[in-house]
């Protein structure tokens, strides 16, 4: 289909900050995100004719984007390629949740010890646990977590079946509840006790702030 | 209509679908129906709400000015 110049710009500047915030997830570097998005603006003026409905324009750049990444990715031979988008892993993180660590069924408290550990996690530990996520991973979580496109658009965007989404995606937070956990336990959170030994833990607040460089941020 | 019956391990294998909006009405109705009934899994379900919603928090900030200028200076010369 034609698309107009002021639609093309207007779409645009409405995604920017979506676009900005995969791209610095994508590249870990503020300034390869900036020329991502760039080259990703520019790919998509001139593959214009190549969107089929104005409803597709998010989807459609997206994977504009996720084409433009992975083609750098490949151009630049001294950086191994074994982290590709495509790649499905397999792994023993599908069905962690820090919810089987420390939920403690007798508790009727009104914060109880998992609703705690989530509210006392920093942002700091959100993005360093992010930032450790295999590639293929992270980008399906910011993807749908952070982004919140659908399961159809995500397959759309990254080429592969919705089911593949639905797995990856669940394998992917699995794996990140994982490194937060392990995070926490390097701070001294345990796992669940009969007696409720973790419930103090993870009840007390700032279970995983009580380091030395963290004094400031908020959560 | 007859609403299936589903145990904990039906729901918890959909949770996420669930809470990603990814289900049919009748599917959803059938999950809150177990949910509230049973404790277990409508506590697992309150927790990785909280937990998507926390990593959601993450969410890209503004956008640099730079970047900003850089993309409109583009825009305008199509």
Redesign the interface.
Known sequence: MAVS?EF??CQ??DL???L???A?RLTCH?ADA?DL??ET??RA?RARDTLHSEEAFRSWIFRILNNTFISERRRQAARPQTASLDCEEEDDEDGF???EQL?Q?FLLWFS?P??AF??G?L?AD??RA?ARLPEAHRVI?VL?????L??AEIAEMLGIPIGTV?SR??RA?GK??KILWQQARAYGLKAAQPGGDAGEHAQRPGALQARPNDHGEGS | MTRPTLDCEQVIAQI??YL?H?LDAERVDAIEHHLHQC??CF??K???Q???A???????????D???E???G??KR?
């Not at chain 1, 749908?144 to 919140?148: A, V």
């Open positions: 110049r093309f710009e645009v500047l920017l900050g979506c900005h915030g995969v610095r503020d900036e998005v760039a603006v520019e003026w949740s820090i919810f939920h069924p109880t998992e609703q989530v509210d996690l942002r959100l993005e992010l979580v749908s977590d952070l982004e919140e659908s399961y639905r995606l669940a937070r990140l509840q | 996420f679908d990603d990814e404790k277990s506590s697992r309150e927790f990785e909280r937990m998507l926390k990593v959601g928090e993450l969410r890209q900030e503004a956008v640099p730079a970047l900003n850089r993309i409109r583009l825009l199509y």
